[in-house]
């Protein structure tokens, strides 16, 4: 979704580091492989750091990236009590019973393996709740279907890049990588006098970022307020 490819990336991070004209070879580009020297290095880790942390260095609220939110579907199996977390998540947000129109509850995973009815095949039911335990999804109570279809929402992972790689975030994360990239790599050289002021503009251009993508906030979360029917008119 990103406009500048990984190899470009690296470039703009040479040059705003000041390693020489951009594109010129200097020490940093020859350590390692072609595309996981130094440079790539940076621009992987600041690519990493964005889309998987929740909260970044000098910002005030949390980092929600929406081209991050995906879903994908798993189905049951009759009498196994879970189905697999997709490869690439990071964090389940909710599952939802697509084939019994039902959202399940999340619970915590000492909830479920106080459960004592959970390897019991006689207690087997239409899932309502549900946790995750590394690579599963434990479902409560253990499916009695094969074949139910659950809608797994997930924020996932992003892969890491190389050759003419763009970003799965939009094109407007890709100065802020730069920018991100740029602070790493003063501070594995040293140069941390050219670090505070990248940061600054840093943060400002993430600020400005997330305010967009805060419009949308109020029908994403849960809000506690008076319905608007019960206000008085004015």
């Keep these: 979704m990103g406009d500048i490819g990984f190899n470009t990336f690296k470039e703009y991070v040479q040059f705003r580091m000041g390693r020489l004209a ?74 939802y019973d697509t084939t019994n129109n039902v959202k399940l509850a999340q619970i915590p995973w000492r909830v479920y393996i106080s459960y004592t009815d ?34 797994i929402y997930y924020k996932k992972l992003v892969a890491t890049l190389s050759g003419t790689d763009t970003t799965a975030i939009p094109a407007e994360w890709d100065e802020p990588i730069v920018q991100l990239a740029t602070i790493k790599g003063h501070m594995w050289t040293g140069d941390f006098d050219k670090i505070k002021p990248l940061r600054e503009e840093f943060v400002e251009s993430v600020s400005g970022i997330l305010d967009i993508y805060a419009q949308e906030a109020v029908d994403r979360d849960a809000n506690f307020a008076p319905d608007s029917s019960y206000l008085p008119l004015r």
């Design 118 to 151: 959970r390897a019991t095949t006689s207690a087997e039911g239409d899932a309502t709740e549900w946790c995750r335990s590394g690579a599963r999804i434990y479902l409560h109570p253990t499916p009695q279907t094969t074949g139910d279809t659950m809608t």
């Design 22 to 95: 951009q594109g010129t070879a200097d020490g940093l580009t020859t350590a390692g492989s072609s595309d996981l020297n130094m440079y790539g290095i940076w621009v992987n880790q600041a690519y990493r750091q964005i889309c998987t942390n929740e909260h970044l260095s000098g910002l005030p609220r949390r980092v929600y990236i929406p081209a991050l939110e995906t879903s994908t579907t798993a189905t049951t199996t009759d009498g196994t009590a879970y189905v697999s977390v997709p490869s690439d998540c990071l964090l389940i947000r909710s599952v």
